[in-house]
């Protein structure tokens, strides 16, 4: 039986409570809980509730992140802050309270990242930047909590079809992507929600510190 902690925040609890409805209707268990991932007390919450919850954490799947375009010439430090603290900072606070709770059992850290961390994106050098660095966090983070059995690794999704994509790109854009992707689509959440689940599964625990792309095939096509 799944058992899922959502995040989500003040201003858009909607998709959150519609992901526990489908949840619940599969026989699963979902709790909302709303922060922000970028403030040390929000986390220690998020945590606090999921064990109160469920138990035990034993698989963290850093999924929150924004999506924000910006040209060179106008980027400022508010951009930076908003992109950084969202993708970045939230990774590296909710690792550290994941791993400070370690209860000694096999456990999972998935970091969700981008093909934008190795594929430059126009407008978008704040954000390829902090995918980047999820990377360079997950490599990191396997290297320390090896020995204590916990496997860390990155997703990298390639254009997928979610509300953020809906906001941030136009159709002709959407067409091109899909000209470029050998399976010839846009990807669905569940493609990777499968990916995810197979690095949180035991068939991947013998890996750890890497990536996986998730493009259909983006990068080659």
């Not at 007390?41 to 963290?60: H, R, W």
């Not at 994106?121 to 983070?141: D, F, I, N």
């Amino acid at each position: 039986m799944a058992r899922v902690l959502l995040l989500t925040t003040p201003a858009a609890p909607g998709p959150a409570e519609e992901t526990v409805a489908a949840i619940t209707k599969a026989g699963g268990v979902a709790v909302v809980v709303q922060g922000d991932l970028s403030e040390p007390g929000a986390v220690k919450s998020l945590f606090d509730s999921a064990e109160k919850a469920f138990g035990p954490v034993t698989i963290l799947v850093n999924n929150a992140g924004v999506y924000e375009t910006k040209p060179v010439e106008t980027a400022d430090k508010a951009h930076f802050e908003k992109v950084f603290h969202a993708n970045v900072l939230s990774v590296v606070l909710t690792v550290a309270e994941f791993a400070r709770r370690f209860k000694g059992k096999s456990e999972r850290v998935v970091n969700i990242s981008s093909g934008g961390a190795r594929a430059a994106l126009p407008g978008g050098s704040v954000y390829c930047a902090s995918k980047a660095a999820v990377e360079g966090l997950t490599r990191g983070q396997a290297l320390e909590l090896g020995g204590k059995g916990i496997t860390v690794n990155a997703i990298a999704p390639g254009t997928t079809e979610t509300e953020m994509l809906k906001a941030g790109k136009p159709e002709d854009i959407k067409k091109h992507i899909i000209s470029m992707t050998t399976l010839g689509r846009l990807g669905k959440p569940e493609d990777i929600a499968d990916a995810v689940a197979f690095v949180c599964s035991d068939d991947a625990r013998w890996i750890t510190g890497t990536f996986i792309d998730v493009s259909g095939g983006l990068r080659v096509g």
